[in-house]
């Protein structure tokens, strides 16, 4: 996978590593056919806004996003543009479109609320965004899951279905996840959940399943959830450039598979340039059990990027099951040049193993010992400029809590203005609050 251009990035626009044309237009096919009729008159774009009154004819303006999403499938409409300030709360949505683009408005910067309660209109869907098409792109919007009433649930912002590739571009998401007491309510929520497919696995079918992609471009995660949950050993494809993750939970949690995966199910990517990520929990977790004992290959390529888990216990990766590095050494592919690891001093867990619950930690300074591992120039330290106090709650977290000293003695800055690791921090969108009920 090739690194994507550093240049901003416009909704249009698909990043190298992206779903293929071809592809994208075969995952879509059968969701354009089921449009409902050919409409009477022809909209460019929909928009949601407090005044539907006195747009252009080829404007169509709502009151919802929700409203949005059900005309965009109905019309055949590619592009939504949010024109409000603030926040607004919306009620889940679900979007079937082959590809469509939520941006804001020029000039303004909305924020979508949601607060799922226990009132019977979720039907057990614990999600706020349900997609299925080809290609989803949130553009410049900001997007708050609030679970402080919500009933339990493995809770989901985004639930991908199908094949989806779900692209977030300068965009803020925070999972508000704790109760008064700063506890987590909810310990596998995610940000993004992926439905497993059943046609997955198995040698049937004319070409292989399309893996999920998720891309993250100058945009912030933040709150206590984990970024992507796999489910049953689904494959997928995470991509994140210039962002800033920080999360009491894990970047990445795959579950394990009832059967053994084939090469037709794929495998994980993870590929990161200039990423600063906080995980409390670390970086990647390959579980399996006794009912589902079987994971897939991961593979990462990461440069450039901050690394740090802010739990002594916790390991950068982990992956259940098997308790030597002999026996990993054919299903990771771990690649990174030029990162930072401040404080993250275990690299890798292997176990509990499904025999004996055996564990094998390996601490980084091994990393001789790891011929998976194919990490050059690795660092250990860095300057910050002042990191938040650990007791603020990660999702009141700001991109300028982690900017890094500038300075010479500082070995993430080389010359210029933009730092040599982690995330350039004056590209982020500055979040918006929105008060706890």
């Known amino acids: 996978m090739q690194p994507v251009d550093s240049s901003p990035m416009q909704p249009a626009e698909v990043p190298n590593g992206g779903p293929a044309q071809s592809d994208r237009e075969s995952a879509g096919s059968n969701l354009r056919a089921q449009t409902t009729s050919e409409p009477s008159q022809q909209f460019n774009r929909i928009v949601v806004a407090d005044e539907t009154g006195g747009w252009a004819e080829d404007v169509l303006a709502v009151t919802s996003l929700a409203e949005a999403c059900r005309e965009a499938q109905r019309l055949g409409v590619k592009r939504i543009e949010l024109h409000f300030d603030g926040p607004r709360e919306e009620t889940m949505l679900d979007i079937a479109t082959s590809e469509l683009t939520i941006s804001s408005g020029i000039g303004y910067r909305p924020l979508i609320v949601f607060r799922p309660k226990d009132d019977g209109d979720l039907a ?7 997609a299925s098409g080809s290609r989803l792109i949130w553009y ?6 609030d679970l402080t009433e919500a009933p339990s649930h493995n809770w989901s912002l985004f639930r991908l279905h199908s094949f989806v590739g779900l692209e977030l571009l300068g965009s803020v998401l925070t999972v508000r996840n704790v109760d ?16 497993r497919r059943a046609s997955g696995s198995g040698e049937s079918g004319p070409k292989p399943p399309i893996p999920y992609y998720v891309n993250l471009t100058d945009t912030m995660l933040r709150g206590q959830a984990t970024v992507v949950r796999a489910e049953q050993a689904t494959a997928f494809r ?17 579950e394990g598979s009832l ?10 990517d993870i590929v990161l340039r200039h990423v600063t990520i906080a995980a409390r929990m670390g970086l990647v977790r390959m579980a399996v059990s006794p009912q589902a004992p079987y994971q897939l290959d991961l593979f990462t390529d990461i440069a450039d990027s901050i ?3 802010t739990d002594d216990n916790s390991p950068l990766f982990q992956r259940m099951g098997i308790n030597r590095i002999e026996a990993v050494d054919d299903r990771l592919d771990l690649r990174g040049r030029d990162n930072f690891y401040p404080g993250s001093t275990m690299f890798l867990r292997l176990g509990p193993d499904l025999d004996a619950g055996q564990t094998a930690d390996v601490d980084v300074d091994r990393h001789d010992q790891m011929p998976f591992l194919k990490e050059r120039s690795p660092h250990l330290t860095l300057i910050w400029q002042g990191l938040p106090d650990w007791g603020l709650s990660e999702e009141r977290h700001l991109p300028d809590h982690y900017e890094l000293e500038r300075s010479e003695f500082n070995p993430a800055f080389r010359l210029g203005d933009e730092p040599s690791g982690g995330a350039a921090i004056s590209r982020l969108p500055a979040p918006i609050d929105a008060p706890r009920l």
């Open 180 to 195: 008064p007491q700063g506890n987590v309510q909810h310990p596998a929520a995610a940000f993004v959940a992926l439905e």
């Open 238 to 254: 995470f991509y994140a450039q210039n962002s800033l993750i920080v999360t009491r939970n894990l970047l990445t949690d795959v």
């Open 259 to 268: 059967t053994r995966p084939s090469l037709r199910d794929g495998r994980i």
């Open 307 to 309: 690394l740090m888990v």
């Open 124 to 130: 057990g869907r614990a999600a706020m965004i349900h």
């Open 140 to 145: 410049n919007v900001q997007i708050l899951l």
